[in-house]
């Protein structure tokens, strides 16, 4: 029986897919991600989909392409989203209930009865510090011997990997997670040259932010897929209301991500902007505060009309 998972590429998505892979004892098992930065199955996907006897598919909130599976399917996630109708599929999502989980990694172990650290680096991966707000992520960390600067490390060793756009690399990342203690992937080599690289990237997108109305905006081009960690520096570290930023050659595309504080979110409702934005014809998606999206360049002030509306 050939068990397919198809996983987010960040550190949650990774954390998720493990904790999916030790809760059912799955020993033969693919694990695959999308195009980096892009909300869709591509054909390879769709390909070992084909080929697969059962399919799970983890944070990532793509239901238009869950509707479409032909293969039973536990679709576990934690954005917001509709109901899938597709019968073929199981959907695991505390948000159609009207409940906010900050990770997928949460959601996949309350739902199995597993809980360890990859739970808590999740749940660090996808809000950063307020993670450290809830009593459970700090009880997960203090039980493998791990500070909060080493989940802070961790996450930013695991989502290495992709912000380089190295697909294969975040695949395999999942299986170097499975074979490896926490405290050794802290040194783990191939992970540490990739930090490195993205900082210089980073603090040079930094240097260029401008303000207007309490949120950051910034723009600029380069082929490591950096925005997310930029918005959250903006936003989480400098104390914007929000962060636009705006990505304007990533690999012949456009992308955007829009990133706003939990107070801002009360007032803009990110679900409502998703639906305008997909109205354009373009990928997009995000959860509570977060909105990504990748289009042609072509679109990209379309897109950006959008949320300028939003901006006050």
Known sequence: ??????????????TTAALLVRALELGDFKNMTPPIGEFRFDG????????????YVLDLNLPQEVEKVPVETLFIDHHIQPRIKNPRVRQV???LEGKHYPSASLVVSEHFGIFNAWSALGAVGDIGEKAFELSRVEELLKGEGLSREDALKLVELIDSNYIVMDRMAVEEALHVLLNYELRELLEYEPWIR?????????????????????????????PFNIISKVARKLVWEKGYR??????????GKAQVYFRVSPKEAERISVLTIIGKLRGLGVNAGGKREVIGCICERGKLDEVLSVIDAYLG
């Open 194 to 222: 990739r930090v490195e690289a993205i900082k210089e990237a980073v603090e040079e997108v930094m240097s260029s932010v401008e303000e207007r109305n309490g949120f950051a905006i910034v723009d600029f081009e380069s």
């Open 44 to 55: 390879k996907i769709w390909a070992a989909i084909e080929r697969a006897d059962k399919l």
């Open 93 to 95: 999502n505390p948000a």
């Open 242 to 251: 929000g962060a636009v930023v705006v990505n304007r050659n990533f690999h």
């Open 1 to 14: 029986m050939l068990a397919l998972i198809i996983h987010h590429w960040d550190t949650d998505g990774i």
